[in-house]
């Protein structure tokens, strides 16, 4: 039997009024003085405790709008002038309980109320958009009534509604309405992606007083209606749909955006860890350690996971905190490897190639395509996508020459300006860059200066903080070491395989742990990527005297050593990297203070790859 609906007659429009002039009467009190220059009224879903109302609007937003409208017009909550049009009045929502994947968006949504948190990655010059139409037919003279226009598709009459013939109909602009249009792109925020997997992406339709608002790389919570479109294939009418969010409000969040979350128990793991008198070594074998050896370019890396600190001048400039690494290697000597696992283990990793021909690059460019519909796009890069994290950059030395040029900026001043036809935009790249590139020749020559066999201008490379050179000799012991390494790690890989089906015979846990000793990081992954964010969070170490005085005696002697011509100059660029690389050390074990035992740290692995790169 089916269940008896108990339809309640309520007056919604009334409850909404009554919500409204409880709890919005500044905000409705200012859109009064200002409409209609200010035409929005921001409601946060928090504060409509009826449970009713609530989930009526994310089932039907539509109505819900209607009725909040009705409410505001009929009981003239805003108070318009003479003359002045309500129609221009938008409601928007703000503060969504619960946030949906893009990924996992299904049918059943269309036409709900969702939310959806990304970054984004394309947006749109804005540009008038037609929403009603008015028409005037040649052959009688009259105007049509208006004619209202959706999204994506210009609605004509076919024949005159006056006359009824079938003549040519003209727009008659002044009675056409327009609003201010815009395209967004959004996508999945990396660090909600598990390992490898490519994020997914949704089309965003922005209207009104919202445009303009974003831009390419802004992480960004969108709030709107879940929409279809028909296919077109070839002028037949598919039977597939495409789905766009049409834009009711945009949130932007700024920093510590869904950053990792650390609990209390987490905390004290962290703490415990930071005591540990091993912790520096612990951290770099926690990174690839699949990789045997190169425990130089871990550490580096390790230190480019906790990162310097940021500074603000008084004269409003800013120098980055972000640890810059770039490996130059022979081939096969397991570059890729690290920077994928580096990667994975940064909370906002980004993996690109320089040889990659993706339309963005790895900064940003402006493009004229089908999806701004004739717009221009401007389209983040990986530099832009990766702000607040680490952005790997595999085959460096393929790059295109604009991202070169473009990455100058980027490094530095972790910004990139674009100015093309009408854009002109700068975006945020307040990223660390690990870089991988391959000798000049392919393979490092043994009887050519190391330094100039790599293939990037100076001015580029200076702006590494450390630069490492991986040879790859012949050399029995090392090799053997590596070949059982590797070895190890496959028959471990079986292992672990079996074991998570069924218990092998024979063989207890202890065994297990054994084997996989060599190739298990001391810290597991997840508890590092907690360990990273937590220390960024909370730790901001400033220098002793004792680590000044260390660091400029050091500086003071590489002037010295570098003179001649050297691929990598020796600058005021390197002290700076002195400091943030200390700061890094520090962090890593949480500590307030730069002390004489990070500088020491720091030197040794500067010292290492400088006498490579800079001076013999
Ligand atoms: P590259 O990018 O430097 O050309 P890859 O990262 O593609 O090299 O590495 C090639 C392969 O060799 C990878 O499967 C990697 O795991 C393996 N390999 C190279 N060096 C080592 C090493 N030191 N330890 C373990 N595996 C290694
Ligand atoms: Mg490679």
Same mark, same amino acid.
């Given at each position: 039997m089916p269940k008896e609906i108990t339809v309640e007659v309520t007056d919604v429009v009334g409850e909404w009024t009554k919500f409204l002039k409880k709890q919005y009467k500044r905000e409705l009190a200012e859109l009064s003085r200002e409409y209609p220059h200010k035409r929005s009224l921001y409601i +946060?879903?928090? %504060?409509?405790?009826n449970n009713k109302l609530a989930f009526e609007l994310l089932r039907s937003p539509g109505k819900v709008i209607g009725d909040i409208r009705d409410a505001i017009i009929q009981n003239k909550l805003i108070k318009l002038k003479d003359g002045q049009d309500p129609d221009l009045i938008n409601i928007r929502f703000t503060n969504l309980p619960q946030r949906t994947n893009i990924r996992d968006i299904r049918a059943e949504q269309i036409n709900t109320f969702i939310s959806i948190e990304g970054i984004l990655r394309k947006t749109t010059e804005v540009r008038p958009r037609i929403v009603s139409a008015v028409f005037r037919c040649r052959t009688c003279g009259k105007n049509t009534d208006p004619v209202p226009q959706s999204y994506g598709r210009f609605d004509e009459p076919e024949f005159c509604p006056n006359c009824e013939r079938k003549t040519r109909l003209d727009l008659v602009m002044n009675r056409c309405q327009f609003v201010d249009a815009q395209k967004l792109r959004i996508q999945e925020s990396p660090e909600g992606l598990r390992g490898g997997e490519q994020p997914q992406t949704l089309d965003i339709d922005v209207t009104d007083d919202l445009t303009g608002m974003v831009a390419p790389g802004d992480r960004v919570v969108v709030n709107g209606i879940l929409r279809s479109v028909q296919r077109v294939n070839y002028g037949q009418k598919s039977t597939l749909f495409d789905i766009y969010l049409e834009c009711n409000s945009i949130e932007v969040a700024e920093k510590e955006f869904e950053e990792v979350s650390i609990t209390e128990e987490d905390e004290a793991k962290i703490q415990a860890l930071a005591r540990d008198p091993q912790i520096y070594k612990k951290i770099a074998r926690s990174i690839a350690p699949t990789i045997y050896g190169t425990d130089d370019v871990k550490e580096a890396i390790a230190l480019q996971l906790f990162g310097g600190i940021a500074k603000e001048m008084p004269d409003g400039s800013r120098l980055r905190g972000d640890i810059h690494v770039l490996l130059v290697g022979d081939p096969g000597i397991a570059k890729s490897q690290i920077l994928r696992y580096v990667v994975k283990l940064s909370p906002r990793g980004i993996y690109t190639s320089g040889k990659s021909s993706t339309s963005a690059g790895l900064t940003a460019t402006a493009v004229k395509d089908e999806f701004g519909d004739g717009r221009w796009t401007l389209e983040a890069g990986a530099l832009v996508l990766a702000d607040m994290g680490i952005a790997a950059v595999d085959? /460096? +030395? %393929? /790059?295109q020459k604009e991202d070169r040029s473009a990455l100058h900026e980027a490094m530095e001043q972790q910004s990139i300006s674009v100015a093309k036809a009408g854009i002109t935009a700068t975006l945020k790249s307040r990223c660390a860059l690990l870089g991988a590139a391959n000798p000049k020749l392919g393979r490092f020559d043994q009887f050519v200066p190391i330094g100039e066999q790599i293939n990037m201008p100076p001015s580029l490379l200076s702006r590494f903080d450390l630069i490492f050179v991986m040879t790859d000799q012949p050399q029995a012991e090392r090799d053997e070491a590596i070949a059982n390494h590797i070895i190890k790690t496959h028959a471990v890989g079986e292992l672990i395989k079996q074991h998570e089906y069924k218990p092998l015979p024979n063989v207890d846990d202890a065994y297990i742990q054994r084997a996989l000793a060599p190739v298990t990081p001391d810290i597991d992954p997840s508890l590092l990527r907690k360990y990273i964010a937590y220390a960024k969070r909370t730790c901001f170490p400033i220098l002793s005297d004792g680590a000044k005085e260390a660091l400029v005696a050091y500086y003071m002697r590489l002037r010295n050593l570098a003179s001649g011509n050297k691929p990598v100059p020796v600058t005021a660029r390197q002290l700076e990297a002195l400091v943030r690389l200390s700061e890094a050390s520090a962090r890593m074990r949480l500590s307030n203070t730069v002390d004489t035992e990070d500088t020491d740290r720091i030197l040794k692995i500067v010292d290492a790859s400088l006498r490579q790169v800079a001076y013999d």
């Open positions: +946060d879903f928090r %504060k409509i405790l085959e /460096m +030395d %393929k /790059m």
